[in-house]
């Protein structure tokens, strides 16, 4: 028995929560890694979402293609138009489907968000060691002829003293 159109996107829409829940897992410790400063566990983890990541993407392509191969556009549009374009009882359980993935999905987003400043501060307190290893005064600093952000007062790098 083969499987029709909804019961394709019901299939491909589980398999991209499945892969969600799985990834907001991994984003949340690696959240946990990056604010204890876990290097290794944050290196285990990269590699741990990265699967995650390339099939989300390809399910995402194949959800895409039945859209199309039913006649409606690619994207949110399209998504909610094939729904609709089915009985409502039969609808339901995709729609409902598709409401988890969506509430998974932002999960996923905010916890992203959330690694990526604990990076962005983690870098910014780096760059400021390092200028001040450099014998460059982190406070003033200005920016030179391509755009770059240099330090104007230099002194004996803290380096060169050990």
Do not use: W
């Not at 907001?24 to 995650?52: C, F, G, M, W």
């Not at 039969?90 to 998974?104: I, N």
């Amino acid at each position: 028995m083969s499987m029709n159109a909804l019961q394709q996107l019901s299939a491909v829409l589980q398999a991209e929560l499945n892969h969600s829940a799985k990834l907001a897992l991994i984003l949340k410790q690696e959240r946990d890694a990056l604010s204890s400063a876990d290097l290794n566990q944050v290196q285990y983890l990269t590699k741990e979402k990265q699967p995650h990541v390339v099939q989300l993407e390809q399910l995402g392509r194949q959800r895409e293609q039945l859209l199309k191969a039913a006649g409606f556009p690619a994207g949110k549009s399209g998504l909610e138009a094939f729904i609709a374009n089915h009985d409502e009882q039969e609808a339901l359980p995709v729609q409902q489907l598709l409401e988890k993935l969506r509430e998974v999905a932002k999960i996923c987003r905010d916890t992203n968000q959330i690694n990526g400043g604990i990076v962005n501060v983690n870098r910014q307190h780096l760059v400021r060691a390092l200028t001040i290893l450099r014998g460059r005064d982190p406070e003033t600093g200005s920016y030179g002829p391509g755009g770059e952000y240099t330090s104007q007062v230099v002194r004996q790098p803290l380096i060169g003293r050990v």
